[in-house]
């Protein structure tokens, strides 16, 4: 199984990218998905999360509402908009899945996979 990320690009302060995370071979219906980002030297960051449904969804405070998490089960796809994007929302933006849902963890937290990342830069 594998789990990827997909999306990122270089965009301009207060512009916007959406990101996509989806699995081969599996579509992760039971599963609790999760967006992580980390900036260079910095600790991997949680930033949003989705339940089994979309009934259960978190967000880091950092995010004040700019960003918007959503999935589509049957696809095993999930998805990050990410509006008003700040140059500290830079980072390598990661996704993971969980047989448990959190509401705010950290990536020492048990996840079964982590997908491979993909850059996000803002410009000033």
């Known amino acids: 199984v594998q789990l990827q990320a997909f999306g990122g690009g270089l965009v301009q302060a207060g512009g916007y990218l959406r990101l996509s995370c989806a699995a081969s071979?599996?579509?992760?219906?039971?599963?609790?998905m999760y967006w992580f980002r980390q900036a260079p030297g910095t600790e991997r960051e949680f930033v949003a999360g989705?339940?089994?449904?979309?009934?259960?969804?978190f967000y880091a405070d950092f995010v004040q509402g700019r960003f918007i998490i959503s999935r589509d089960r049957a696809k095993g796809i999930m998805y990050l908009q990410m509006n008003s994007l700040k140059p500290e929302d830079t980072a390598v933006y990661y996704c993971?899945?969980?047989?448990?849902?959190?509401?705010?963890?950290?990536?020492?937290?048990?996840?079964?996979?982590w997908g491979q990342g993909t850059q996000v830069t803002v410009s000033s």
């Open positions: 993971a899945v969980s047989r448990n849902v959190y509401s705010s963890p950290t990536a020492s937290y048990e996840f079964e996979y």
């Open positions: 071979g599996r579509t992760f219906s039971n599963h609790g």
């Open positions: 989705i339940g089994r449904t979309s009934s259960f969804i």
